[in-house]
């Protein structure tokens, strides 16, 4: 039985939604650097120090609105994928997905992330926000998968689409073309899934359940 957020818990993952949204729409409309906390803070109906309780700056929640979605989608995606599709094919899709197809807002949001080093750096530090959901992706597709395996496998994948990033941002002199996210360095979905590869043998075997024979050693 899953156990169901407290009212508390939920009126605090409202209100840093409500912050993230605040911070990536003042954002798109006047520029990161244009926008201050006190803004944010008000376009989501809190006070500035609410506001310093769950983000330490700007940039922190204009990226947080991003990576949030993205680890959802990535979870959702590897258990929306058919039984007989592999472990590693649902994984490194739903990661190299959000990368091809990133959701409503985020051609725009990784534009703006990709012209500003602070943003930059920030969005490198933030990505592995997907561990979590995709841990507990891993152990439902998995039933056999224990915590401890399922969360090793969701921090490598995390490490690992964050080094990528890393990469493709650090070799990207300017914002990138869309669609596709295809600059002189290359793609970054391309990046991603190439990242991703060594990870399919440990992603397969873990999917596997053990057998362990019963038979009197020879």
Partial sequence: MTDRPSLRERKKQATREALQAAALRLALKQGPENVRVDDIA???????????NYFSSREQAIVAAVTAERASRVAAAVLGRP?????????VDAVVGQYTDPGEHAPRALLMIAASPALRACYIDTVTTIEGPLAGALTERCPHLDRLTARVLAASVAAVARLALRQWLEATPEAPSMPGFVVPSGSLPDLVRAALTPLVPALDAAATPARHSNADPV
């Fill in 42 to 52: 008000d376009a989501a109906g809190v006070s500035p120090r609410t506001y310093n």
């Fill in 83 to 91: 039984a007989d599709v592999g472990l590693a094919d649902a994984v």
